[in-house]
């Protein structure tokens, strides 16, 4: 029987000094990768507020 221990795995990261990318470029990278599907939900979101907001305005006149 082998009585040495057995050595741990350490895991491996690469050693670069690159932050990580912040949350709004990784948001733009996925909006220019996916395209046509991106601008049709920014338009749909853009109508939904401008409607809430013009509905809001006008209930509380």
Do not use: W
Not at 50 to 57: E, Q, W
């Amino acid at each position: 029987m082998n009585d040495s221990p057995t050595p741990t795995p350490t895991p491996t990261t690469p050693a670069t000094n690159e932050p990580k990318p912040s949350y709004v470029k990784l948001a733009m990278r996925n909006m220019v990768r996916k395209g046509q599907k991106s601008a049709t939900h920014f338009t749909i979101t853009a109508v939904g507020l401008l409607a809430f907001f013009i509905g809001v305005s006008y209930l509380t006149r």
